[in-house]
């Protein structure tokens, strides 16, 4: 089985930076769309960011539009998320995740990493 291990999460002021991580063990992370939803308190799970296999397309909520960035490296079976300008309402769990093809929803899940930012 594929295993997605998180790291780069913390504690940040508003308009500051995070660089979060997500390491696949494994064959096989290069077939796999990547992406990241996170959780925050009263709110629902909501799409953040995705990241086509070859990394050559990327796609974003409308709320991270322009501060986040999510790239990936294949060759070191890594994706990552660069949150920058971060507001208070970014604070939540966030989760990356695989899915492979033919399937709606993600095939593999990180362990969640909090993120939370101060005002």
């Known amino acids: 089985q594929v295993q997605l291990v998180q790291s780069g999460g913390g504690l940040v002021q508003t308009g500051g930076s995070l660089r979060l991580s997500c390491a696949a063990s494994?064959?096989?992370?290069?077939?796999?769309?990547m992406g990241w939803l996170r959780k925050a308190p009263g709110k629902e799970r909501e799409f953040v960011a995705r990241?086509?296999?070859?990394?050559?397309?990327?796609y974003y909520s409308d709320s991270v539009k322009g501060r986040f960035t999510v790239s990936r490296d294949n060759a070191k079976n890594t994706v990552y998320l660069q949150m920058n300008s971060l507001k208070p309402e970014d604070t939540a769990v966030y989760y990356c995740?695989?899915?492979?093809?033919?399937?709606?929803?993600?095939?593999?899940w990180g362990q969640g990493t909090q993120v939370t930012v101060s005002s």
């Open positions: 990241i086509t296999r070859g990394g050559d397309s990327t």
């Open positions: 494994g064959r096989g992370f290069s077939n796999y769309s």
């Open positions: 995740y695989g899915k492979g093809p033919f399937t709606t929803n993600p095939t593999y």
